[in-house]
Nanobody, 124 residues
């Protein structure tokens, strides 16, 4: 079992940047493909980004490509989501996710473990 704790959410203006962090415990992060999902009120949870165990491959939701970057620091058991050029439509609760399968599993919308979420609000 792995526990995931997100941090770094907050309120930013459109065009601004924010970096989310997800700290894993109970197992080293290198054992899992990691990723991020988000859910806005009244909407379904959607896949945002994923990264493989070694950090050599990444996957993104089309609407965040070129703006968001997922990375990981396995020595710190932490995965990050650097969000640049934020838009109001990025407003959501962001959830960290982990799977013993590959990042394709996360991209499909599934995950084995979930964090509690951190709120990201982007104002005009």
């Amino acid at each position: 079992q792995v526990q995931l704790v997100e941090s770094g959410g907050g309120l930013v203006q459109a065009g601004g940047s924010l970096r989310l962090s997800c700290a894993a415990s109970g197992r080293t992060s290198s054992a899992y493909a990691m990723g991020w999902f988000r859910q806005a009120p009244g909407k379904e949870r959607e896949f945002v980004a994923a990264i493989n165990r070694s950090g050599t491959s990444t996957y993104y939701l089309d609407s965040v490509k070129g703006r968001f970057t997922i990375s990981r620091d396995n020595a710190k058991n932490t995965v990050y989501l650097q969000m640049n050029s934020l838009k109001p439509e990025d407003t959501a609760v962001y959830y960290c996710a982990a799977t013993g399968s590959g990042p394709y599993y996360l991209r499909s919308g599934a995950s084995d473990y979930w964090g509690q979420g951190t709120q990201v609000t982007v104002s005009l």
